[in-house]
Structure formats: C-alpha cells, structure tokens
C-alpha cells in the first residue's frame, strides 16, 4: 500500500540554522508533492508545490526538491525564527490531482 | 473574504449516536475533501467529491457517510458503526484537477463520551 514516512521524531534547531525535513515514500509515483505547515489545533496550510518534473522550488526562505529516484522530498527553513515552530505536512498526489494522501507530519522547534 | 467554514468547533457525543459536520465553502472549489486526524498523526482520508452528486470513498470510509448536494456544501455524518469516533475532523477543498493547494478548515474536534 502507498505509504508517507516523515521524521518521527521532533525537530529542535537553533534560530538562523537552516531546519531540513524529510519525506520517504514507497509503492506510489505522485506527479505533485506539497507541503503545508500546521499549528497545533488548527487547519494546514498550503507552503509549496513541486511537481515531479522539477527538482527545486523556493520561496523566500522556504526551498523544496524532489527526487523521484530516490522516492524523497527534502523541505528546508532557512535563517529559520521561533515563529517556524509548528507541525510540517508533506502531501502527494497523482496525475488527476484528485485524491492527496499526507504524511504523519514532523514537529520542528526553532529555540531562540 | 472566501474561505471554508465548519461548524461546530467542538462537539461531544453519546455513544451509539450520529452527528453530522458541516462544512461550506465560498471559494467556488469543485473539488471537497474530509480527513480525520488522531493526536500526533497524519491526515487520513475519508471521503472526497470532485463534483456536485458524487463522491468517492478515501483509505478509511467504513463508519462514515458524506453528501454533496450543493458545490459549496460538504457535510460529513459520523454514524454510530464507527468504532472510534473520537478525533479531530478537517475539511478542505481545491479546485478539481489543477495540483493547486488545499484550504483547509479550521476543524471540527468530536468526542464520544
């Protein structure tokens, strides 16, 4: 069965270092992967979109790459602030982009 | 402003009882989606509609019943064959076929006394 695996354990990083997350997946071939970030409580929301025709996106501090061989997502907070403290969610999906499927999501904490 | 709303935030049920989540949009999305969400965990999908009058069951339906009689409107009944109801309940929606984003809701938690 297709199956998402993020680092299970939490992630503590000192502010300004640069926080990367990782998602694995196995027995699927998505043509889109997200990321979303969520706090506690609240709804995700959306962060980026690669598509598995691209190696890397990047938004402002936020940089995402894809590779396909590997079946891995690699997301990087740089310069990263107490205020990137939350929950990170890697999502993939097919072609027809219709059913999304996420990961258990990895909790990051930025220490001052 | 646009957006999805779901109603109620919390809600606290008997067991052996059925509720239903509401969930509406404004944002004109075709396509609509539940996921539920247990304490530490992922999303796990339960229904989702790409059009008005239908819907598709997602990995873990068994318990649950949804309707999409309206584009705007997604309501998720959670009946009493669901063993463990008890978790945190997200509704959100994108515009079908496109690999655009999806907005979310802000949630609806339930609890079976």
């Known amino acids: 069965s297709q199956k998402i695996e993020q680092n299970s354990e939490a992630l503590n990083i000192q502010e300004g270092k640069t926080a990367t997350l990782t998602c694995n997946y196995t027995n699927y071939s998505p043509a889109y992967l997200q990321w979303y970030r969520q706090d506690p409580g609240r709804g995700p929301v959306f962060l980026l979109l690669?598509?598995?025709?691209?190696k890397e996106k990047r938004k402002e501090r936020l940089k995402v790459t894809f590779d396909t061989t590997l079946k891995q997502s690699l997301f990087h907070i740089t310069a990263s602030q107490p205020a990137d403290s939350a929950t990170y969610l890697c999502?993939?999906?097919?072609?027809?982009?219709?059913?999304?499927?996420f990961g258990s999501g990895t909790r990051l904490s930025i220490r001052p | 402003d646009g957006g999805i709303t779901q109603s109620p935030k919390y809600l606290f049920r008997k067991e052996g009882q059925n509720v239903t989540l509401s969930c509406e949009q404004n944002?004109?999305?075709?396509?609509m989606y539940w996921y539920r969400q247990d304490p530490g965990q992922g999303l796990r999908l339960i229904y989702y509609s790409q059009i008005v009058n239908d819907f598709q069951k997602g990995d873990i339906a068994e318990g649950y019943s949804v309707s999409r009689e309206k584009k705007e409107s997604f309501p998720l009944t959670v009946t009493s064959a669901q063993k463990n109801p008890t978790a945190f309940y997200l509704c959100a929606s994108s515009i079908f076929g496109r690999p655009g984003e999806l907005f979310f809701g802000e949630g609806s938690r339930l609890t079976v006394l």
């Open positions: 999502a993939l999906a097919g072609s027809s982009a219709s059913k999304i499927i």
């Open positions: 944002l004109n999305h075709d396509a």
């Open positions: 690669i598509r598995e025709n691209e």
